[in-house]
């Protein structure tokens, strides 16, 4: 069975820093792009940054400069630095990977992680 485990989520105070994780197991022939997204209550989920398989990466406006999204491919594993934290960053942080389980490719989403930030 194919998953995506996310940590690293929590309270920290405005200006601090939190890094999540998201690793992925199973029976994984391959990992293409992985993303992280987040869900502030009332509103939609939005892409916060994406990886490709190559190391390429993009990111929102909102995050730029002070997250940083790294993967570490021999852990099937994907990073979400987060640095000068606001408290507008508040919400469920999602990990998003399309996967070729062997079968085909599918896009996969963690179960989710809750950053809280204090002003």
């Known amino acids: 069975q194919v998953q995506l485990v996310e940590s690293g989520g929590g309270l920290v105070q405005a200006g601090g820093s939190l890094r999540l994780s998201c690793a992925a197991s199973?029976?994984?022939?391959?990992?293409?792009?992985m993303r992280w997204y987040r869900q502030a209550p009332g509103k939609q989920r939005e892409l916060v940054a994406a990886i490709s398989s190559g190391g390429s990466t993009r990111y929102a406006d909102s995050v730029k400069g002070r997250f940083t999204i790294s993967r570490d491919n021999a852990k099937n594993t994907v990073y979400l630095q987060m640095n000068s934290l606001k408290p507008e960053d508040t919400a469920v942080y999602y990990c998003?990977?399309?996967?070729?389980?062997?079968?085909?490719?599918?896009?996969?989403w963690g179960q989710g992680t809750q950053v809280t930030v204090s002003s």
């Open positions: 199973g029976s994984i022939f391959s990992i293409g792009a």
């Open positions: 998003n990977a399309d996967l070729d389980y062997g079968l085909g490719w599918m896009a996969y």
